[in-house]
């Protein structure tokens, strides 16, 4: 969504073999004029979901954005790549959803997505001494005048998406009692993980693109927080909500506290090392997410995949 003017000495057509590698999301509420150089972001909380899983949640704060280009494009209050949805995203047909819901549920605002496909080429356009030159294609922009919850979908296509075995998995429309005690234990079993010398934890994070596995375990800051006395506990069963999403994932999420959470929030603080707290902290938190998607295989198993 981002544009580079610049002199174009001959008239230049559109690329014709460029190859789509991504795709760019932005979201943002606001009150302005657009026409003007500033907005206002409107205070609220946001959850963006992809193809019906939750991928994240996150505060939407009060301060003034940018409105830049002849496109006048809002600063994005949240900005979500294809390619940071890891397997979330499928190869083919996808569908992006934005909850936003204010602070203030009487303040009259506008709520703005705007989309981008990604290439591999730029292209230019434009005629002598001036034009302009892109790597992105297919933009658009969805902006609504809103009071209140307000929900943003868009379809798209990600054929540069890799395709993943559960993505063809059976439809899942409801989760038994059965499935909930296998499921609950699959919740706990993964706490094992977090156990010296980590040797099963760091074979988990070598999984995990956004992660370094080689530098967590070289910094031992697991070993430093495990010394420190910080333990990791799985929110009790009874607690556990299981919710599908309309195709073969299921979600599992518990209280406020999340799924996973430290048995002592304080143990933390005595790493006295705090790049060693800080790199304990991202690979726990990457090992005990918040929630879990599961799916069921063809053959009965459940597989944890995000």
């Known amino acids: 969504m981002r544009h580079i003017a610049l002199a174009v000495l001959l008239l230049w057509p559109a690329g014709v073999h460029a190859k789509v590698i991504n795709a760019e999301f932005n979201f943002t509420p606001f009150i302005g004029d657009t026409a003007k150089d500033e907005v206002e972001m409107v205070a609220g909380s946001a959850r963006v979901l992809i193809n019906g899983i939750p991928f994240v949640e996150q505060e939407v704060e009060k301060r003034t954005v940018p409105v830049l280009f002849e496109a006048r494009e809002v600063g994005a209050a949240i900005w979500i790549t294809g390619s940071s949805l890891g397997s979330l995203l499928r190869k083919g047909k996808n569908v992006i959803r934005v909850e936003f819901t204010p602070a203030d549920a009487k303040t ?84 094992e993980l977090y156990q010296p010398d980590f040797t099963a934890l760091y074979a988990f994070l070598k999984q995990v693109p956004a992660v ?44 406020k506290d999340g799924l996973y959470a430290p048995t002592d929030r304080d143990a933390f603080e005595k790493i006295k090392d705090e790049e060693a707290a800080m790199c304990a902290s991202v690979a726990l938190y990457v090992t005990f997410p918040p929630r879990l998607i599961v799916v069921k295989s063809p053959k009965g198993s459940w597989e944890v995949v995000s």
């Open 108 to 191: 009259a605002y506008r709520a703005q997505l705007r989309w981008a496909l990604v290439n591999d080429e730029t292209t230019a356009t434009g005629d002598i001494g001036q034009g302009t030159i892109t790597n992105q294609s297919g933009e658009g922009a969805d902006t609504r005048d809103a009071k209140g919850k307000v929900v943003l979908e868009k379809e798209f296509v990600a054929d540069f998406a890799e395709d993943q075995p559960w993505h063809h998995y059976p439809q899942v429309g409801s989760v038994s009692e059965e499935d909930m005690k296998l499921l609950a234990a699959l919740v706990a079993r993964r706490l």
């Open 212 to 255: 370094d596995a080689g530098a967590i375990r070289s910094a031992r800051c697991l070993d430093k927080a495990h010394a420190a006395g910080v333990r990791m506990a799985a929110a009790d069963a009874s607690t556990l909500r299981f919710s599908t999403t309309g195709g073969a994932a299921v979600v599992i999420e518990a209280g």
